[in-house]
């Protein structure tokens, strides 16, 4: 499941969507909206996207994944539009035999996804608000 | 030829408009489409970091034909 929703992110409906009989671990990546920003205080974000383009580097991303450790297990979902702090922006799940693979795939999976997939996220403050258009944090 | 030129985040706030189509001339490339653009609205940086045509990652030097839909891509943040 590689997919853009407007809709809140259900993870265990993720985390279900990978798992096989195969599968001794499924590792998640959950993210979060945070409640401050370079020492700012965030009321809430906004996301847009080139969905189109979007669900297609998603899948590409598990293309690779699944190249580069032979996993298949695998789903990215994140959400666009409105979302108040604590609320899941993205979740990523792998499912594999084993857990080394799994945890590796994951972190190669958000890495990817802050460069190729377009998504921007606005940042709403007390005072104002701006669109986040900076180098990932590493 | 005409192109659909699209516009996300910031561009599409400064343009006011999510996209418009523009006409270029036969053999025109990315460069030329942004030049133009920026005669028409100046929007864009005069280097656009990010572009994609028919959803696909492209440089500048990359040649149109009629119809693509040009997308023009701030610094991603997403995640």
């Known amino acids: 499941m590689f997919k853009v929703t407007d809709e809140p992110i259900i993870v265990e409906q993720i985390v279900d969507s990978v798992k096989t009989g195969e599968d001794g671990a499924v590792v998640t990546f959950v993210g979060l909206v945070r409640n401050n920003s370079n020492g700012k205080k965030v009321l809430y974000l906004e996301y847009d996207v080139y969905k189109e383009m979007a669900e297609k580097k998603l899948h590409e991303i598990g293309d690779e994944i699944k190249h580069r450790w032979g996993i298949a297990d695998v789903a990215v979902c994140h959400r666009i539009g409105k979302m108040e702090v604590k609320e899941i922006c993205v979740v990523i799940a792998v499912g594999a035999p084993h857990r080394k693979e799994a945890f590796e795939a994951c972190q190669y999976a958000i890495d990817r996804l802050k460069h190729t997939v377009p998504i921007w996220k606005k940042e709403f403050f007390e005072d104002g608000e701006v669109w986040v258009e900076e180098t990932p944090h590493p | ?79």
């Open chain 2, 1 to 79: 030829m005409k192109v659909t030129a699209k516009f996300f985040a910031s561009y599409r706030e400064l343009l006011g408009n999510s996209e418009v189509e523009v006409d270029v001339e036969e053999r025109a490339t990315v460069a030329h489409l942004v030049k133009k653009i920026n005669q028409l609205y100046s929007v864009l940086p005069s280097t656009p970091v990010m572009i994609a045509v028919n959803a696909e990652y492209v440089e500048v030097d990359f040649r149109l034909s009629d119809g693509d839909e040009v997308a023009f891509l701030p610094p991603l943040s997403g995640g």
